[in-house]
């Protein structure tokens, strides 16, 4: 079963329901069991046309629930509309569902949700621990944001900064997660710049080529994470680089600076660093001094201490991020390379483990785990707990 055939589907059918007067909700349950019923059926016998085969389905099943809901009445009508046999048009309507889900009546965090829920493919429990909420609680979010587009004309226009936002966290998902999202971010974040004329957009079109653009040395062949000092730079894909510096350098001679240029900008000065030695950091810890201005985001000033311990020395850093919740996620990584840089391996050695106890992936946790091994190995400790029972 192509499971990356029906991920990249579900986008379009889902949108030729909506665009026959399926409501949203509604909509997304019958896709869902159409997806569930080729995943039953497709290995013994493939369709032709998968993508007419879903949308026939899932109509069906749209239709199905909503006789059962006390439809009746207009169920001629429903059954005038259903899809012709035959070859389904191959449209892209996925950033027309982006700007369906960024509805006006949603809050940007419910609207952001619930994209990624339904458009991006991503699970409640990825969304909820990106938002650092409870799972239950972002799946109440998710319910509610459903229930509010439901009945929604498609094609009213959505908010275009909350399409921003939910595309910069698909593409993030895509490059840490398990889910494979980043190229289709850049794809819709690439038809959105050709539409729209804004240097947010162009920003945050330049961050994502500047981050994609180092993805084929982010891991070793072992799929261990190789961190950004000591990345194998010659792997960096400088056409990616070039583009990526040329569309942010047209959008900051704009003058309306936005949080995706400014984390543009500090991307592109790790990118024109030759080594990491030769790295900026006094002028990447100004570019992050504007992106605090702008959002004021704890994860920012996170970014920021290392950026001060780079610049001015750990313990600058140290003294930065003692001003931060420790609870942030991350926190006790960049506490554990400060202290690390400051010569207190012990205490690192410590940090990271913990950090390792509290990581989002398996790729991360492995590498904290073998940080604090390095650093106990170092000293002549043992395993730390939170490393031994990981």
Known sequence: MDEALLRSLTPSVLTVLVRRG?????????????????????????PRDPKGWLVTVAWHRFLDATRADAARRRREDRLEEEPAPGPAPALDDTLQLYFLCAHPSLTPASAVALTLRAVGGLTTRQIAQAYLVPEATMAQRISRAKRTVSGVPFGRSGDVATVLRVLYLVFNEGHSGDLDLAAEAIRLTRQLAAVIDHPEVAGLLALMLLHHARRA??????????PLAEQDRGRWDTALITEGVGILQAALARDRLGEFQAQAAIAALHADAPTAEETDWVQIVEWYDELTRLTDSPVVRLNRAVAVGEADGPRAGLAALAALDPALPRHAAVAAYLHERDGDLATAARLYAEAAHKAPNLAERDHLTRQAARLNAATGAGPTPSARHR
Do not use: I, N
Request: charged share 25%.
């Open 217 to 226: 040395a982010r891991t070793a062949p072992d799929g261990s994470l190789v």
């Open 22 to 46: 399926a409501d949203f909700a509604a909509a997304e349950d019958a896709v869902q069991d159409a997806l569930l019923q080729a995943v039953r059926d497709w290995p013994a016998d493939p």
